[in-house]
């Protein structure tokens, strides 16, 4: 007799729909879950009906919570993507800006370097400038002007000796212009051979000189041309 009145009768459609209710829930249909769970009758499986829509209601809430962080997460994500792209776009100007090569006259280049030169510039106005001159087979000179460099190191400097060595291999030549008192004391000391440098005072007279030897080696062009050239008997 006590079995039969804590038992709880309800309708088999009731039950199905529970069944159903759960089964929508566990695939993330959680809306859908509350809509075939329905009215909550007031008896004794009412009480369960109520609970399990008071679970997918905080099931719902809690989704929609993640759904909106997800979102903002995201939103997140590409606003920091795009930053990101905003600061590569403008550490590649500033490089740009930092290794300026100038045409400055046809087949001479001229680098003006600025500020403090360490050893990662160095490497970097190496490889721009390379990469420039073995694009360009019209140039013959490359000038670097340090007029607005007032130190540099000694691993600096020793780049620089070799900058103008790799230049040299690729069929150009260097001439270094504007060395301050400091910069000049420092290639001295690691012992510098100016004779690959080409060292002049100032920005002009190093083009003067490279505009000099161009006209040297065309006349000298010319005269061995003349020499080889036979004359005719009369």
Not at 65 to 92: D, G, M, P, V
Request: hydrophobic share 45%; with cysteine.
């Amino acid at each position: 007799m006590q079995e039969s009145e804590n038992m709880i009768s309800f309708e088999e459609r009731r039950m199905q729909r529970v069944i159903d209710a759960v089964a929508l829930a566990s695939t993330g249909e959680v809306e859908l879950a509350l809509k075939q769970l329905g009215a909550v009758e007031q008896d004794a499986f009412g009480v369960v009906e109520e609970a399990l829509r008071v679970f997918l209601s905080e099931l719902s809430a809690t989704a929609e919570q993640n759904a909106q962080a997800l979102a903002a997460l995201a939103a997140s994500k590409r606003e920091l993507e795009s930053q990101l792209e905003t600061i590569q776009r403008q550490e590649y100007a500033i490089r740009e800006l930092s290794v300026p090569i100038i045409d400055i006259w046809h087949g001479i280049l001229t680098l003006p370097l600025v500020g403090l030169i360490d050893s990662v510039r160095a490497v970097e106005v190496t490889e721009r400038l390379l990469a420039r001159v073995a694009d360009d087979s019209d140039v013959e000179w490359v000038i670097l002007d340090l007029t607005g460099v007032t130190v540099i190191d000694s691993m600096t400097a020793q780049h620089l000796v070799k900058l103008a060595q790799a230049v040299q291999l690729l069929g150009a030549r260097c001439v270094l212009t504007g060395l301050g008192g400091h910069v000049a004391e420092t290639l001295v000391t690691i012992g510098v051979s100016f004779d690959e440098l080409n060292p002049m005072r100032s920005l002009r007279e190093g083009l003067r000189f490279c505009l000099a030897q161009r006209r040297a080696g065309a006349a000298a062009l010319a005269a061995h041309g003349e020499r080889s050239t036979p004359r005719t008997q009369p």
